[in-house]
């Protein structure tokens, strides 16, 4: 005598399947939150060693300091102002000082620049303007 039940799954079996499917996209959303954190931190050390490396080299060259982010594009040091990754903005906050980088340097300008953001790295702890 043949068997006249159906062949499927039960409730309880797509129920466990669904939970596992659920887990795995939980923790698949973690990894991806964190991915992306770290390539937003990567462009911005990326970014600050670029635009730090242009202001050095315009001083040196021009001997004095940008006045600001502006004269490194229209100077060549830099093609464009990049914009900070985590504001997504070219805000950049830029300190002067009265530094002189050399002897011949005959009036100062931007120093350094730091992101203008006031959040704090979830990896390391420490706030994204002191970097």
């Known amino acids: 005598m043949a068997s006249t039940r159906e062949r499927g799954f ?3 079996e797509m129920m466990i399947v669904i939970a596992i499917v659920l887990i795995l996209a939980t923790i698949g ?3 991806y939150e964190q991915a992306v954190v770290r390539a937003r931190e990567s462009t911005l050390r990326s970014d600050l ?3 730090r490396k242009a202001i050095q080299d315009y ?8 006045q600001s982010l502006d004269d490194l ?3 060549g040091y830099l093609r464009e102002v ?3 990754p985590m504001t997504q903005a070219k805000d950049w906050q ?3 000082d009265e ?3 050399s002897p011949e340097q005959t009036t100062s300008g931007i120093s350094d620049v730091h992101s203008a953001s006031n959040q704090v790295s979830p990896i390391d702890g420490t706030p994204y303007s002191s970097w």
């Open 10 to 12: 039960t409730l309880l």
């Open 29 to 31: 959303a973690g990894r």
């Open 49 to 51: 060693l670029t635009v």
């Open 59 to 66: 001083t040196q060259d021009k001997e004095a300091g940008p």
């Open 73 to 75: 594009v229209s100077a």
């Open 82 to 84: 990049p914009k900070d």
């Open 94 to 96: 830029t300190d002067n």
């Open 99 to 101: 530094l002189m980088l």
